[in-house]
């Protein structure tokens, strides 16, 4: 994309923006583009004849980026200027919701995308742009929309999202951004995506009901097991949570420390704003941060300096995240919440020394005792064929033996056949030592729920 920025180029596409193209060009959506074309024409017409060029610039960016109050006169100007042409009853797209929503986003604001916006697609948590295709996460598939976004306009919405981040280079080929409403935006365009292969890809976090309850209704855990992991919650065991994109690790974590203390104090380390603890935990003296790579690396040894009586790793993506989330265990910090990127938990202290040692140095083998020797349990989660459903395949409890092995052990099995958990009633020795130090009362409960567990054959959901 040219790095040269023209606020005018952004607004019209040069001017030589070709109208809407549909699936089926029937006569009356050739009048429906038509009437975007008068409409752009009558609005550039009045910004012209302005006595204040710089005050309709700066309406035109706030209704691009997203400003209600802007929105709204563009689309009641819209309709004045329909009425006024004898032109309301026009037909327009039916993924648009009325005439005047459909004029302004085809003109300046989401196009084909708009609809993803709306109360139909509330619960749907990604949509992706590639190429002129449009593409909803619906039913937990992605599915291709009738809706074609043409290229020159989404060289224009690219650049209206790119307002929002006004430091931004324009000649870079990967973007990433938040809109008003907190939805992520990752942009791909030449040289990185392939020629004629635009994508931007929309991404928001969905606050589901945050209860262990909910969970089991949806099928994730097995309901019998809910109290054991309160009664973990309150030993405060350092946990991580991990599987693939999309296996509701993040939901867990929110789920797990909705249970927590609301009194003690916390640090929340985010790479994207997408856990809302002010809204899951109002009230807690929770301090949540978003850092990543070079910024955590930067911040690290306050934190290490740090009073909080737990860390959150809301998602570790690379060696430095990892590094300083072993670091903060092995200073004594417990209560430790982390979600990563991994299909395979007896890998996982490898995995995670190789990233340590990569971006912070060290060796391999005693990198991977320190991780071993920082987390007490690892919960693996898993997605189905039905991408809607997910399930928790596995519990294990790591340690580090006293002759140097790591051990990890596996207390829940699932079986993809007959979707039911099978436990093993087994607490490892430096996990009931923390327990009996931390809270008797809850290790009473976590040993008699576990017991009762491994008793039953199965656990269906």
């Given at each position: 994309?040219?790095?040269?920025?023209?606020?005018?180029?952004?607004?019209?596409?040069?001017?030589?923006?070709?109208?809407?193209?549909?699936?089926?060009?029937?006569?009356?959506?050739?009048?429906?583009?038509?009437?975007?074309?008068?409409?752009?024409?009558?609005?550039?017409?009045?910004?012209?004849?302005?006595?204040?060029?710089?005050?309709?610039l700066e309406l035109q960016k706030k209704a691009i980026i997203g400003c209600e109050k802007e929105k709204s006169?563009?689309?009641?100007?819209?309709?004045?200027?329909?009425?006024?042409?004898?032109?309301?009853?026009?037909?327009?797209?039916?993924?648009?919701?009325?005439?005047?929503?459909?004029?302004?986003h085809e003109n300046w604001g989401l196009a084909g995308l708009a609809e993803w916006f709306g109360p139909r697609?509330?619960?749907?948590?990604?949509?992706?742009?590639?190429?002129?295709?449009?593409?909803?996460?619906?039913?937990?598939?992605?599915?291709?929309?009738?809706?074609?976004?043409?290229?020159?306009?989404?060289?224009?919405?690219?650049?209206?999202?790119?307002?929002?981040?006004?430091?931004?280079?324009?000649?870079?080929?990967?973007?990433?951004?938040?809109?008003?409403?907190?939805?992520?935006?990752?942009?791909?365009?030449?040289?990185?995506?392939?020629?004629?292969?635009?994508?931007?890809?929309?991404?928001?976090?969905?606050?589901?009901?945050?209860?262990?309850?909910?969970?089991?209704?949806?099928?994730?855990?097995?309901?019998?097991?809910?109290?054991?992991?309160?009664?973990?919650?309150?030993?405060?065991?350092?946990?991580?949570?991990?599987?693939?994109?999309?296996?509701?690790?993040?939901?867990?974590?929110?789920?797990?420390?909705?249970?927590?203390?609301?009194?003690?104090?916390?640090?929340?380390?985010?790479?994207?704003?997408?856990?809302?603890?002010?809204?899951?935990?109002?009230?807690?003296?929770?301090?949540?941060?978003?850092?990543?790579?070079?910024?955590?690396?930067d911040i690290a040894k306050n934190l290490l300096r740090s009073d909080a009586d737990y860390f959150i790793m809301?998602?570790?993506?690379?060696?430095?995240?990892?590094?300083?989330?072993?670091?903060?265990?092995?200073?004594?910090?417990?209560?430790?919440?982390?979600?990563?990127?991994?299909?395979?938990?007896?890998?996982?202290?490898?995995?995670?020394?190789?990233?340590?040692?990569?971006?912070?140095?060290?060796?391999?083998?005693?990198?991977?005792?320190?991780?071993?020797?920082?987390?007490?349990?690892?919960?693996?989660?898993?997605?189905?064929?039905?991408?809607?459903?997910?399930?928790?395949?596995?519990?294990?409890?790591?340690?580090?033996?006293?002759?140097?092995?790591?051990?990890?052990?596996?207390?829940?099995?699932?079986?993809?056949?007959?979707?039911?958990?099978?436990?093993?009633?087994?607490?490892?020795?430096?996990?009931?030592?923390?327990?009996?130090?931390?809270?008797?009362?809850?290790?009473?409960?976590?040993?008699?729920?576990?017991?009762?567990?491994?008793?039953?054959?199965?656990?269906?959901?």
């Amino acid at each position: 994309m040219d790095d040269r920025f023209s606020f005018a180029d952004l607004i019209s596409c040069g001017g030589r923006q070709k109208a809407p193209v549909y699936p089926l060009e029937t006569s009356s959506f050739k009048a429906f583009g038509k009437l975007c074309e008068d409409v752009k024409t009558a609005f550039y017409k009045e910004w012209e004849n302005s006595e204040s060029s710089t005050a309709a610039l700066e309406l035109q960016k706030k209704a691009i980026i997203g400003c209600e109050k802007e929105k709204s006169f563009f689309k009641k100007r819209i309709v004045d200027l329909a009425a006024g042409w004898g032109a309301l009853d026009t037909a327009y797209p039916a993924w648009y919701s009325d005439l005047s929503d459909a004029v302004y986003h085809e003109n300046w604001g989401l196009a084909g995308l708009a609809e993803w916006f709306g109360p139909r697609y509330q619960a749907s948590s990604s949509a992706k742009i590639i190429g002129d295709r449009v593409y909803f996460m619906d039913g937990g598939h992605m599915r291709l929309m009738p809706q074609r976004i043409e290229k020159d306009r989404l060289d224009q919405m690219i650049r209206a999202f790119l307002l929002m981040t006004p430091s931004e280079r324009m000649d870079k080929s990967y973007y990433e951004l938040y809109l008003l409403d907190g939805t992520r935006v990752t942009i791909y365009t030449e040289p990185m995506a392939k020629a004629g292969q635009p994508a931007m890809v929309f991404r928001r976090y969905l606050i589901p009901s945050l209860s262990f309850e909910e969970q089991a209704a949806r099928g994730t855990i097995p309901a019998a097991a809910i109290p054991l992991f309160k009664a973990m919650v309150k030993i405060g065991f350092n946990v991580v949570f991990m599987g693939a994109v999309r296996t509701a690790k993040t939901t867990f974590l929110s789920t797990w420390q909705s249970c927590e203390d609301p009194s003690l104090e916390g640090v929340m380390v985010e790479t994207d704003p997408e856990i809302p603890l002010h809204e899951i935990m109002p009230g807690s003296p929770v301090l949540q941060l978003i850092a990543d790579g070079q910024e955590l690396s930067d911040i690290a040894k306050n934190l290490l300096r740090s009073d909080a009586d737990y860390f959150i790793m809301a998602e570790a993506r690379d060696g430095i995240a990892l590094d300083t989330a072993v670091r903060l265990a092995s200073k004594g910090t417990k209560r430790m919440k982390m979600t990563y990127h991994s299909r395979d938990p007896v890998r996982f202290p490898l995995e995670a020394a190789v990233e340590i040692v990569k971006s912070c140095g060290g060796d391999i083998p005693l990198t991977m005792k320190r991780v071993a020797a920082s987390f007490d349990y690892l919960f693996h989660f898993v997605q189905l064929a039905d991408k809607r459903s997910k399930r928790l395949a596995g519990i294990y409890q790591m340690a580090l033996g006293e002759d140097g092995e790591i051990k990890t052990d596996r207390i829940c099995t699932y079986s993809y056949e007959s979707d039911s958990w099978v436990f093993r009633n087994a607490i490892g020795l430096q996990q009931l030592a923390y327990a009996k130090e931390s809270d008797p009362a809850a290790l009473r409960q976590m040993e008699t729920v576990l017991k009762e567990l491994s008793e039953c054959s199965t656990l269906a959901f």
